[in-house]
Nanobody, 123 residues
Framework: QVQLVESGGGLVQAGGSLRLSCAAS????????MGWYRQAPGKQRELVAV???????NYADSVKGRFTISRDNAKNTVYLQMNSLKPEDTALYYC?????????????????WGKGTLVTVSS
């Protein structure tokens, strides 16, 4: 089994910064992409940023230039540095990973989600 545990959420004023972290643990053989999604009240979950194992990153247009995703492959951890936060960034932020996990004598792909960390930006 694989667990993703997020941390770093909280309450911040508009214009402030937060750094989210997500650590993956369990029977992991390798991790392909890792990413962050968010879901605001009454809205659908949306992609914020993803990063491949080699470091290539993609961002939602709404966060380009303000958020930076990074990862530490040795620690199976992904980060999201969020600067110039806006009230519309308020949401529950979820970590996601596409992994190869060890299953018995073999291995298989798995799409894993964390439970989320709440980010609240006040105006």
């Amino acid at each position: 089994q694989v667990q993703l545990v997020e941390s770093g959420g909280g309450l911040v004023q508009a214009g402030g910064s937060l750094r989210l972290s997500c650590a993956a643990s369990g029977s992991i053989f390798s991790i392909n992409t890792m990413g962050w999604y968010r879901q605001a009240p009454g809205k659908q979950r949306e992609l914020v940023a993803v990063i491949a194992s080699g470091g290539t990153a993609n961002y939602a247009d709404s966060v380009k230039g303000r958020f930076t995703i990074s990862r530490d492959n040795a620690k199976n951890t992904v980060y999201l540095q969020m600067n110039s936060l806006k009230p519309e960034d308020t949401a529950l932020y979820y970590c996601n990973a596409h992994l190869i996990v060890i299953k018995g004598p073999g291995a298989g792909g798995e799409d894993s989600w964390g439970k989320g960390t709440l980010v609240t930006v006040s105006s």
